[in-house]
């Protein structure tokens, strides 16, 4: 083998080296910051109730309206900080999210991380505010990639910013179902407790 066919082999093997480095550090998703909005016509109770422990989350958390066939089960106390919600599902792959903070009617704080089919660690945050005939609620989740992550975010022509945004848009969706119509069952159910308090009253 002469020099130059050499020069050519050993360049060859230097980009391909090199092209994977390059494209991480030039149009990589080392880390991301995903927030979705939504507002909910009911009072903050209503809201809280729903954000506050790992079960009233089951009724809307995105893992549960995306995969069918998942698979979950929460560790520790639920409600106190330490808990943990666990998934598994072949479409949302394998998660957990652990709750680290909370203030009642204000925010609910989780350690957030995904093991397949993606690996990535982060903080999500539920937060709430109160605006009189609405509560306008934001969820978060800032986090990183890892180096094997990122690489096959880019082979696979997506980004943890396109599938966490879709997984809260989806979650929030049925957030705002959900407690609009616990709200509504709770004033039908006062109305009916009034109507039946006004007839024994007439009776007597």
Do not use: C
Not at 44 to 68: E, I, N
Not at 150 to 177: A, V, Y
């Amino acid at each position: 083998m002469n020099l130059r066919k050499l020069f050519w082999i050993v360049g060859l093997l230097l980009i391909l080296v090199a092209t994977p480095f390059i494209l991480y550090h030039t149009v990589g998703e080392k880390e991301y910051l995903v927030v979705r909005e939504v507002e909910i016509a009911t009072p903050v109770g209503f809201v809280f109730q729903f954000m506050l422990s790992h079960q009233a989350r089951t009724r809307w958390h995105p893992v549960l309206q995306l995969d069918s066939q998942v698979q979950y089960k929460i560790l520790g106390d639920d409600g106190y900080v330490g808990s943990i919600f666990v998934w598994e599902g072949p479409v949302v792959g394998k998660g957990e999210e652990r709750l680290f903070n909370f203030q009642p009617f204000y925010f609910f704080e989780t350690e957030f991380k995904m093991f397949e089919p993606y690996h990535t660690e982060g903080i999500a945050s539920l937060q709430m505010a109160d605006e009189g005939d609405i509560v306008r609620v934001v969820w978060g989740i800032k986090g990183k990639n890892d180096w094997k992550t990122t690489m096959k975010l880019l082979l696979h022509g997506t980004t943890m910013k396109e599938i966490l945004g879709h997984w809260l848009e989806i979650g929030l969706e049925k957030f705002k179902q959900v407690a609009e119509q616990a709200y509504l069952d709770e004033l039908a159910r006062r109305a009916n407790q009034e109507v039946e308090l006004r007839k024994k009253q007439e009776a007597e």
